[in-house]
């Protein structure tokens, strides 16, 4: 059997992840063939090496350090004028009381966020895809915080999926770019909305971030049918470049983390945290 | 590393309370294993500090949806590895531009001071050591993410590639080609 097993496949079986209708193959295979147990064998050890490495320490005294660097953040000393101007917006449209219940978090109305979760109340829903659903007045009535909180973080992660794979894909895989253009259409519309309201705001850095995302999307939904390999070689660079997936992960990250905390917490005790 | 959660339970009470010195013994029991893991995640020391400050920040801010009879750790270890995902990704580039001549030139400058060996600590191991942490440096961010929640958190491609936001089959080719890096700078080394 000269039929060797692959790399791919030898790492696969390492961790028990052979496709189902591989498997008998790979273990007949292995039971027949020293090179390719050789293989696995040399493999084996690498992983071993790996997992048998001791953990790097801390340097000494770390934990002081670390409390030293810590303690003046876990202090909210005064509101900081950006806070202010969006805490105002936002009182004008849900009403101070509702701030003050305390179900907006707070770095939301400092880092501009509350613009974004403004726009999409206003815009009511996003064009098209599944976030018509949620959206619906009914349910924006009763928990607008949660529902609005969702439908951008939604946005986010779903903008930041695609890039993802956009990254990712093999170079020889220009046709994820044609697989993409539907997908990269809907999202240009939603990130449109939330850019308006975030140019209105004067919050330059989600401006910034939105227009460089539109561009990359319109070039996914603009894409010609005959895309090349170099056209998809160009978007990734650029996607690298612009380090887009960063700066859209830290804003969808702390857009879901909040809405989960939110969600696990009863509001009335995020009061008595001493940051607030 | 367990037994010492053991005296956890009235502590993390009063850091919930707002009690600044029960949160202050809970960093100073928590943060060097919490290093460690973040090191393992994104492989090199400053990186690894971010991580520890962003964690602690974000266990302070959860503190209070904690329930009290969950594990301090275990939960600690999901913020770590969330945190760990997140500023991996902020160091993209640098991690991009990593040659492979690197570890021809020994470990990196930086690494060299944090090690702190323990006397009792044999020479090989440290090299060990040093050896996997130079090559995770090899990988992209997104190949050092999969690898490590793959290989090190035991999750299996599907979870890693939901973790990430990525397709089952391209988190099984960013998980390919970091074990490739890794079999290739480290066969050298591995013995039997
Ligand atoms: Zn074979």
Redesign the pocket.
């Known amino acids: 059997?000269n039929?060797?097993?692959s790399e791919d496949e030898l790492i696969l079986h390492s961790y028990g992840e052979v496709d189902r209708a591989d498997r008998s193959r790979v273990d007949e295979?292995l039971a027949s063939?020293a090179?390719?147990l050789l293989a696995k064998e040399k493999l084996a050890r690498v992983m071993t090496m790996i997992d048998t490495a001791p953990p790097v320490e801390a340097p000494l005294g770390f934990e002081r350090t670390v409390w030293a660097r810590l303690e003046p953040y876990l202090e909210v000393p005064g509101v900081s004028p950006v806070h202010r101007s969006a805490s105002k917006v936002y009182d004008l449209v849900f009403g101070k009381t509702a701030r003050e219940g305390g179900w907006l978090p707070q770095w939301a109305l400092a880092g501009g966020v509350a613009a974004l979760v403004i726009a999409a109340f206003v815009a009511g829903r996003f064009s098209g895809g599944d976030l018509a659903a949620p959206s619906s007045a009914a349910v924006a009535h009763v928990e607008p915080d949660r529902v609005l909180q969702s439908a951008v973080g939604d946005h986010l992660d779903r903008t930041q999926m695609m890039l993802v794979e956009l990254a990712n894909a093999e170079v020889d895989g220009a046709d994820v770019l044609a697989g993409e253009q539907a997908r990269a259409g809907d999202l240009v519309a939603a990130n449109r909305v939330i850019l308006r309201s975030a140019i209105q705001s004067g919050d330059g850095q989600v401006v910034d971030i939105l227009e460089d995302l539109e561009r990359v999307l319109l070039e996914v939904a603009n894409a010609p049918a005959n895309a090349t390999s170099n056209d998809l070689t160009d978007l990734q660079s650029r996607i690298t470049r612009e380090d887009l997936l960063f700066r859209l992960r830290v804003i969808a990250s702390e857009m879901r983390q909040r809405q989960i905390d939110d969600r696990e917490a009863g509001d009335p005790t995020r009061r008595k945290m001493p940051t607030s | 590393m367990k037994g010492m959660d053991e005296r956890d339970p009235s502590v993390v009470a009063k850091a919930r309370d707002g009690d600044r010195d029960a949160f202050k013994a809970l960093v100073e029991l928590h943060s060097r294993y919490i290093y460690s893991l973040a090191h393992r995640m994104t492989g090199n020391a400053q990186d690894a500090e971010d991580v520890v400050q962003e964690a602690w920040l974000k266990a302070h801010k959860q503190l209070s949806r904690f329930e009290a009879r969950a594990d301090v750790r275990t939960w600690l270890h999901r913020i770590t590895v969330n945190c760990s995902i997140d500023l991996i990704r902020a160091r993209r580039h640098r991690e991009d531009a990593h040659d492979p001549a690197d570890l021809e030139q020994g470990p990196l400058s930086e690494r060299g001071a944090e090690a702190q060996p323990t006397p009792e600590r044999v020479a090989a191991s440290v090299e060990i050591s040093d050896r996997v942490n130079e090559a995770l440096g090899l990988l992209t961010a997104l190949e050092r993410a999969a690898f490590t929640l793959r290989h090190v958190e035991g999750m299996s491609i599907e979870e890693v590639g939901a973790k990430l936001g990525m397709k089952t089959s391209a988190t099984k080719h960013s998980i390919f080609r970091a074990v490739k890096k890794m079999r290739v700078a480290l066969e050298p080394y591995a013995q039997s």
């Open positions: 059997m039929n060797h097993l295979h063939c090179e390719c």
